[in-house]
């Protein structure tokens, strides 16, 4: 059972297609992680953080460090219930999260998904 509630703001997020998932990765394989989780684990400002980055990126990639008592697949899939969000990848250490933004300036990634069918 996750240990967040589930954030009110964002929309319901909609199943992706395999090719959308295959587009994500093709994308996330290019960019670097923006967030580590180290030894405090999973926090709510953790958590806030990577609120605001899926607001403002849609697609964010994360990394558990070694030192971190946390599973990377329980914590992606943690988060991702939080905050309504896709677990598009786990590999190693790192997690690939997708999440449609709220705010049409930030809708590059969601457009471009749409378009994908």
Same mark, same amino acid.
């Given at each position: 059972?996750?240990?967040?509630?589930?954030?009110?703001?964002? *929309?319901?997020?909609?199943?992706?297609? /395999?090719?959308?998932? &295959?587009?994500?990765?093709? +994308?996330?394989?290019?960019?670097?992680? !923006?967030?580590?989780?180290?030894?405090?684990?999973?926090?709510?400002?953790?958590?806030?953080?990577?609120?605001?980055?899926?607001? *403002?990126?849609?697609?964010?990639?994360? /990394?558990?460090?070694? &030192?971190?008592?946390?599973? +990377?697949?329980?914590?992606?899939?943690? !988060?991702?219930?939080?905050?309504?969000?896709?677990?598009?990848?786990?590999?190693?250490?790192?997690?690939?999260?997708?999440?449609?933004?709220?705010?049409?300036?930030?809708? /590059?990634?969601?457009?471009?998904?749409?378009?994908?069918?």
């Amino acid at each position: 059972m996750p240990l967040f509630k589930k954030d009110k703001r964002s *929309k319901q997020v909609t199943s992706l297609n /395999k090719k959308q998932v &295959n587009h994500l990765k093709k +994308i996330a394989h290019h960019e670097k992680p !923006i967030f580590q989780m180290g030894k405090e684990g999973l926090g709510q400002s953790f958590l806030d953080q990577v609120d605001q980055a899926l607001t *403002k990126r849609e697609l964010i990639k994360f /990394k558990v460090l070694q &030192n971190s008592e946390e599973e +990377i697949r329980e914590v992606t899939a943690e !988060i991702a219930y939080a905050l309504d969000a896709h677990v598009v990848q786990v590999i190693g250490h790192t997690g690939v999260l997708y999440r449609p933004s709220h705010i049409a300036k930030y809708q /590059k990634l969601s457009a471009d998904l749409k378009k994908i069918k």
